[in-house]
């Protein structure tokens, strides 16, 4: 069973960066699809960006498409989210999740380990 664990959140005013980190244990992580979800008060959990096993491909929500990036590193089994440009309805708790398969998913339904969460808060 993986874990996951993330950090890198924070208090960023508007216009600024954070990099946030999820690393997982276990052997399998580079066989696996990842991804960065978002939970703000009172709303569903929605999709932020999503990763290929290797990397090759990557998916964004619209809304932080350009600003954000996904990247990951096998030999570290790491995931990344490098979020620039933030906003302040980016201020949510950021969720990294492994996927069932090795290709890039979307909904939440595809994953099956998750991380316990980072608070990511974005002043104006």
């Known amino acids: 069973q993986v874990q996951l664990v993330e950090s890198g959140g924070g208090l960023v005013q508007a216009g600024g960066s954070l990099r946030l980190s999820c690393a997982a244990s276990g052997r399998t992580f580079s066989v696996y699809g990842m991804g960065w979800f978002r939970q703000a008060p009172g709303k569903e959990r929605e999709f932020v960006a999503a990763i290929k096993w290797n990397g090759g491909n990557t998916a964004y929500a619209d809304s932080v498409k350009g600003r954000f990036t996904i990247s990951r590193d096998n030999a570290k089994n790491t995931v990344y989210l490098q979020m620039n440009s933030l906003k302040p309805e980016d201020t949510a708790v950021y969720y990294c999740?492994?996927?069932?398969?090795?290709?890039?998913?979307?909904?939440?339904?595809?994953?099956?380990?998750w991380g316990q969460g980072t608070q990511v808060t974005v002043s104006s």
């Open positions: 999740a492994k996927a069932l398969g090795g290709t890039i998913y979307q909904n939440t339904q595809h994953y099956d380990a």
